[in-house]
Nanobody, 126 residues
Framework: QVQLVESGGGLVQAGGSLRLSCAVS????????MGWFRQAPVKEREFVAA????????NLGDSVKGRFTISRDNAKNTVYLQMNSLKSEDTAVYYC???????????????????WGQGTQVTVSS
């Protein structure tokens, strides 16, 4: 059973930075594409970023390009989301997800991911 645990969320002022972490246990992390999604109140869950199993390919949502960076450390079974220049509209619960298919590409689709974390709250004050 694959388990994902996010950390690093919190309250930050607009223009500030946060770094989210997602620790993965179970399975073979180095074979998984990893993604970050977020969900604000009364909104649908949306794609934020994804990274391929090797880290060689990344995919970022249009609203975060140029501000967020996704990375991974396969030795630590951890994926990161570095968030800079935060805006109030970035306020949401952020979820980490794993696509455990065979060396999958970094997809934007929620349905591609079969394991999810419990989420971590990010609040950006203006």
């Amino acid at each position: 059973q694959v388990q994902l645990v996010e950390s690093g969320g919190g309250l930050v002022q607009a223009g500030g930075s946060l770094r989210l972490s997602c620790a993965v246990s179970g399975g073979t992390f180095s074979r998984y594409t990893m993604g970050w999604f977020r969900q604000a109140p009364v909104k649908e869950r949306e794609f934020v970023a994804a990274i391929s199993w090797s880290g060689g390919r990344t995919n970022l949502g249009d609203s975060v390009k140029g501000r967020f960076t996704i990375s991974r450390d396969n030795a630590k079974n951890t994926v990161y989301l570095q968030m800079n220049s935060l805006k109030s509209e970035d306020t949401a619960v952020y979820y980490c997800a794993a696509d455990t298919g065979w060396l999958p590409p970094p997809s934007e689709s929620l349905s591609a991911y079969d394991y999810w974390g419990q989420g971590t709250q990010v609040t950006v004050s203006s």
